[in-house]
């Protein structure tokens, strides 16, 4: 049994029903699809490995049985060496059916962690799973950090199923960076189209061996884009010359006996040959590491070659691949061929006869000529194949994901309407769903609370939620309305050692970013942690107040969270701000939370029932 016959060539295969944005996702529940699918994978990898084993065995029995000839011949007991070529030829053909038993094996296990990933994603084991995307971390962005976008359990680990750099960088630019409407628009529908093809989706995780994400695409452009090595085609056609005068040379020598004209030959490739050595090395060095990268970039051009879509983005996707007449896989396999060549020079039975055919000199050729023919597309390829990995990964969001729903972007002023939102980060038995409307009026909500009633939850979930609205994914609410929105935080303002800034200092510094994004093109979504919480009451009053005054007149709209009750006051001072609290209750010596939101501000506090719960001694003072 053979893993092939579980791919299906067409790439929109798999569960029907998510064909628009407004779709609500797969008929059969994706955690039951995932599983079917390990079902038959793990049976076809039983199939295989025993295939595998019954392979070896064939393979000893039909080397012993070719030694066993080999002897006889050597003996005499046999009249000629061409009873080898029976053995022989069973041997070779049992290696190559050997050899796709394996890379079918490796196949299907590759296989079988894209969906065992995605079962965990859906049970909620995700974290640790996958790629974290340290390297997109920036402190200084308005909101990455704040909204756990990149690190350890984020949303980046969460959503990423790329397997090149390419689809990992195109994924944390939609996430730091939103889309106009449009864009955001056509991201969907073609999100829609590709969250139930688990075939197509599927081949995509089977790209490369290992982790894939090393290609290193400023190397890639670089090599492909660069200036010529070898120059003057008239070289070309004199190596060309030389290895036919070398062919007809050793013939000559095998029907005369005269060596001459062939000993004269390679005298003249030895000049010729020395000195282009050098530049001929470079041609063929070089080219290793890219066509290695591009084998890996391949995988992915493929998939999306044979699938037949009709989102608008994806069939540009495709048409971006159609290049010189020839396909970018194809062109791509070309060069790898290439080098593979280029590495039969290394084998000691192969190399006496490379030299005189100058078949490094030909082969370096051969890549400029493919450099020359194809070099120029592979920015394309690499922006084609880092966009469609990353809608892949908003698609494997959306399949596993069918109760989310595709934000409703708006024209108007600034505007954030959800019903049911949860925090897409929270595992779904644990995640209270809440309303939070921001828009004409409130413009800003002050939310007050408990320590860990969740109130700092509340802004990460409507932050990561526009988030995830901006960059044309599905978001985990029932409903969510919105206008485009530069969004900015401070949830995790900290100090810095080494550039001698305090933690007032650097939120200070953040909030006058978030004035200046208030200016800008598109209205601003706040979202403040604690608002000068490290300066003293009065200024922390005032400097708040104002601030956040400041921001509303300037069209921005958010939320705040205080413990400083006083700053509620303030909600009476305007109808475009109104205050919103968390409760909790002490049950049984334990602090006890329903992560609901409710009008009005807090009416106390549970800081000093907390002291006393961990058992530390809190004098009471009476009045």
């Known amino acids: 049994m053979n893993y092939n016959i579980l791919q299906n060539d067409a790439g929109t295969g798999g569960p029907a029903g998510a064909g628009k944005p407004e779709d609500n996702g797969p008929v059969i529940p994706p955690a039951d699809e995932y599983r079917e699918r390990l079902r038959r994978l793990h049976e076809a990898a039983a199939a295989l490995a025993r295939t595998d084993t019954r392979l070896s065995a064939a393979r000893l029995v039909v080397f012993l049985v070719a030694a066993l000839v080999a002897i006889a011949v050597w003996r005499g ?23 796709r038993v394996i890379r079918a094996r490796r196949a299907a296990a590759r296989a079988a962690a894209f969906y065992e990933r995605g079962l965990a994603r859906i049970e909620d084991r995700w974290r640790g799973t996958g790629e974290p995307g340290h390297r997109f971390r920036d402190e200084r962005h308005p909101y990455s950090n704040d909204l756990d976008l990149f690190g350890s359990a984020s949303l980046f680990e969460l959503l990423s199923v790329a397997r090149t750099r390419a689809g990992e960088d195109t994924l944390a630019a939609w996430l730091i960076r939103p889309a106009a409407p449009a864009e955001i628009r056509e991201r969907q529908r073609a999100v829609a189209e590709l969250a139930p093809a688990l075939d197509l989706r599927e081949r995509l995780s089977l790209a490369g061996t290992d982790v894939a994400a090393a290609v290193d695409g400023d190397a890639l452009t670089a090599w492909a884009e660069g200036a010529a090595v070898l120059r003057g085609r008239w070289l070309r056609a004199i190596a060309v010359g030389l290895t036919a005068a070398t062919a007809a040379g050793a013939g000559f020598w095998a029907a005369t006996g005269d060596y001459t004209p062939v000993l004269s030959v390679l005298v003249i490739i030895a000049l010729f040959s020395i000195p282009q050595r050098r530049r001929i090395q470079k041609a063929l060095h ?6 290695r990268d591009l084998d890996v970039l391949a995988h992915v051009l493929e998939a999306l070659e044979h699938g037949h879509f009709t989102a608008a983005r994806l069939v540009a996707l495709r048409t971006d691949l159609n290049t010189s007449g020839i396909r970018a896989s194809a062109a791509i396999r070309r060069l790898h061929r290439l080098v593979e060549l280029h590495d039969w020079q290394h084998n000691q039975f192969f190399a006496p006869l490379a030299a005189p055919l100058l078949w490094g000199t030909h082969l370096a050729w051969a890549i400029e000529r493919w450099r020359s023919r194809h070099g120029a597309h592979v920015r394309t390829w690499l922006r084609t194949v880092g966009e469609f990995e990353a809608l892949g990964s908003l698609a494997a969001y959306r399949y596993e994901h069918p109760d989310a729903v595709w934000p409703e972007l708006v024209d108007g002023p600034a505007r954030f309407e959800a019903a049911g939102v949860v925090h897409p980060l929270l595992p779904a038995a644990h995640a209270v769903p809440n309303d939070v409307s921001l828009g004409d009026t409130p413009r800003l909500l002050i939310v ?20 995830l609205a901006f960059a044309g994914a599905p978001v985990r609410a029932a409903r969510l309305r919105l206008t485009p929105l530069a969004v900015g935080a401070t949830l995790r303002i900290q100090d810095s050692l080494q550039e001698g800034r305090s933690r007032f200092y650097a939120e200070i510094t953040r909030i006058r970013e978030l004035a200046d994004l208030a200016r800008g093109p598109h209205p601003l979504l706040f979202l403040l942690d604690e608002l000068f919480h490290g300066t003293n009451s009065h200024d922390r009053l005032e400097g708040a107040s104002g601030v956040l005054r400041s921001l509303i007149d300037l069209g921005a709209i958010g939320l705040v969270t205080t413990h400083d009750l006083a700053l509620t006051a303030i909600a009476g001072e305007a109808a475009a701000i109104a205050n919103v609290h968390f409760e909790d209750r002490f049950e049984g010596g334990e602090i006890r939370f329903d992560y609901r939101l409710r009008p009005g501000p807090v009416t106390r506090s549970n800081a000093l029932a907390l002291m006393r719960a961990v058992g530390l001694a809190i004098d009471r003072t009476e009045p």
Request: aromatic residues 8%; hydrophobic residues 50%; positive net charge.
């Open 448 to 467: 007050s609370g408990s320590n860990m009633s969740g109130k700092s939850t509340l802004l990460r979930t409507v932050g990561i939620s526009a988030v």
């Open 77 to 99: 007991a046999l009249p000629t060496w061409w009873w080898m070529a029976l053995p022989a030829g069973v041997f070779g053909l049992l290696v190559h059916r050997h050899d």
């Open 286 to 291: 070089a080219a290793e590491g890219p066509a």
